[in-house]
């Protein structure tokens, strides 16, 4: 029986199973594929997910869920957004009553347009306070290969924080604490539409200049939005907030800077799905996000671009920092 249950052995899960073994805590990691948890377990790899990286001994892997929750005093969770339901819908009664369960995810449910500690709370009807979430900028890849990085454990109990915090932390990787759960959850979902929107400018060849405005009028309308919804503004100049829209703005690792790349060079949406190998959750967050941003009447030009250039309305070079149909100057 291990300390903590790691749920999905793709790239975030497998890395963050390893940050939580190497922090000293007895894991384990669940595979959906049996050849995925026998290579872990057996070769001390993953590598179609983390090429090159040795896995501690201390990571124990099975594609048995049942036996990863077993007794796990802590839950992580790492699957993608759209499937989290039915793995907790499927196996949620199998976690321990008092375990805090933790979303590493970053992506809001496609029909009921809910965050996932909102899922959590809805599928295994358990007290918000045991939920926790965590984000920042964290290119898996990155940490596996142990370069030194920062996240945030956010929980609405400060002792839940602070436990997660405790066993999410190593020689590389350090957990701050807040409880703005709202603002944490949401900085992490809607970089991810900055990044597909820088993703399609780099596509397109443009430069440094255009990116920064983007990424920077990006961060004002992520905060305009995260905070109609009740975060806190501090937070999204935070780790979770401008730490994370840095790191994935600014890399080729990041799945949704990637997918929005290939839509930059003229690929269809439908094309790009097809191509990514990865999960880019980005792609499926941007209807929710839009429809939430409506109903609050947050302004987002942005992300209204985005969503045109993936519907193929709108030619990926006429992308920019601002609605093209603003004829007046607007304030900053
Ligand atoms: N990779 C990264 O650098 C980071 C990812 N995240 C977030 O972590 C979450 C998971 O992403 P990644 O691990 O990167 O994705 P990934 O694409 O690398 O792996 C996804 C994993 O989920 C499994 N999976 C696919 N469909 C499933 C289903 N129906 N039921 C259960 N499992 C299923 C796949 O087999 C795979 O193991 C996402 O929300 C992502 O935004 C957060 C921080 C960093
Ligand atoms: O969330 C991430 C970095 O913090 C990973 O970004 P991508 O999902 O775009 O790869």
Redesign the pocket.
């Known amino acids: 029986m291990a300390d903590v249950a790691v749920l999905g052995a793709g790239?975030?899960g497998t890395t963050f199973a390893k940050a939580l073994a190497d922090g000293g805590s007895s894991t384990v990691l669940w595979a959906r594929r049996a050849e995925a948890a026998r290579e872990i377990d057996q070769s001390r790899r993953n590598t179609r997910y983390l090429p090159g990286i040795d896995l501690p001994a201390s990571l124990h892997a099975t594609a048995d869920i049942r036996e990863a929750l077993a007794g796990a005093s802590q839950v992580y969770l790492a699957v993608p957004s759209q499937h989290l339901r039915q793995v907790l819908r499927d196996h949620g009664e199998a976690i321990a009553p008092e375990a805090p369960v933790v979303s590493l995810m970053?992506g809001v449910e496609a029909g009921t347009r809910l965050r996932m500690s909102e899922v959590i709370a809805e599928e295994l009807r358990i007290d918000a306070g045991r939920i926790a979430v965590v984000?920042?900028?964290?290119?898996?890849l990155e940490i596996a290969q142990e370069q030194p990085t920062a996240a945030v454990v956010s929980s609405s109990s400060p002792e839940t924080a602070r436990d997660v915090a405790r066993r999410a932390r190593n020689d590389y990787f350090h957990s701050f604490i807040n409880n703005d759960v709202v603002g944490t959850e949401f900085g992490?979902v809607l970089?991810?539409l900055v990044?597909v929107a820088i993703g399609i400018v780099d596509g397109v060849g443009y430069g440094e200049n255009t990116k920064a405005s983007i990424m920077t009028r990006g961060l004002s309308e992520v905060t305009d939005f995260a905070v109609a919804f009740g975060a806190e503004r501090e937070t999204m100049r935070g780790l979770a907030g401008l730490?994370?829209l840095i790191?994935?703005c600014g890399?080729p690792?990041?799945?949704?800077?990637?997918?929005g790349r290939l839509l930059g060079m003229g690929y269809s949406r439908t094309d790009v799905i097809a191509r990514m190998e990865?999960?880019?959750?980005?792609l499926a967050s941007v209807e929710p996000v839009a429809q939430l941003a409506e109903q609050r009447g947050v302004r987002m030009p942005i992300l209204e671009q985005v969503r045109l250039v993936l519907d193929g309305a709108m030619d990926p070079r006429d992308i920019a920092p601002h609605l093209t149909t603003d004829d007046e100057p607007i304030e900053e």
């Open positions: 790239s975030w970053k984000s920042g900028p964290n290119l898996a992490g970089k991810n990044a730490g994370d790191a994935t890399s690792l990041s799945r949704n800077f990637t997918a990865q999960t880019a959750e980005g």
